[in-house]
């Protein structure tokens, strides 16, 4: 069984990232099962550090982008919306080059909260970092 609210496609999840921050950094959203969201991240001298490898930062872009676009696929659009509360980032493994993959997992789906664990991976398939991302449910005010 699905855990999302409706029957979303990775063309109009990306579709919500026009103009943003997803969208300068090239985050694409790649797929989406009954339970995950993949997005790949095009490792670019403008996500690194000057030391030439990717900014920590931009693995939490990453993974804030993954889990909160999930979180929000989980609730109804019309009453409530999931925004992050608290991000947490371990890095493993350097990326220079190539692309990073993360995938977004649920671990906790409350009803005022959801955590979700994002995993990031090099083009090798090496684990470079893990996420844990808190979302808190807000209810839409009515206009």
């Known amino acids: 069984m699905s855990l999302w609210f409706s029957d979303y496609n990775s063309k109009e999840v990306q579709s ?54 999930a979180a929000n696929m989980t609730l109804n659009p019309k009453t409530h919306h999931a925004v992050g509360l608290n991000i947490s980032t371990s890095h493993i493994k350097a990326v220079r080059n190539g692309n990073i993959k993360g995938i977004a997992t649920n671990t906790h ?9 994002i995993k990031t991976f090099n083009d090798a398939n090496d684990l470079t970092s893990t996420s844990s991302l808190t979302m808190v449910i807000i209810e839409k005010l009515s206009k």
């Open 16 to 69: 919500w990232c026009e103009n943003t921050m997803v969208s300068a950094l090239d985050i694409q959203i790649d797929a989406i099962t009954e339970d995950t969201i993949v997005g790949i991240m095009p490792v670019t001298n403008n996500i690194k550090q000057p030391y030439g490898i990717v900014h920590g930062g931009a693995n939490c872009v990453l993974a804030e982008t993954l889990g909160s676009l």
């Open 109 to 117: 789906l409350g009803k005022t909260t959801q955590i979700w664990e």
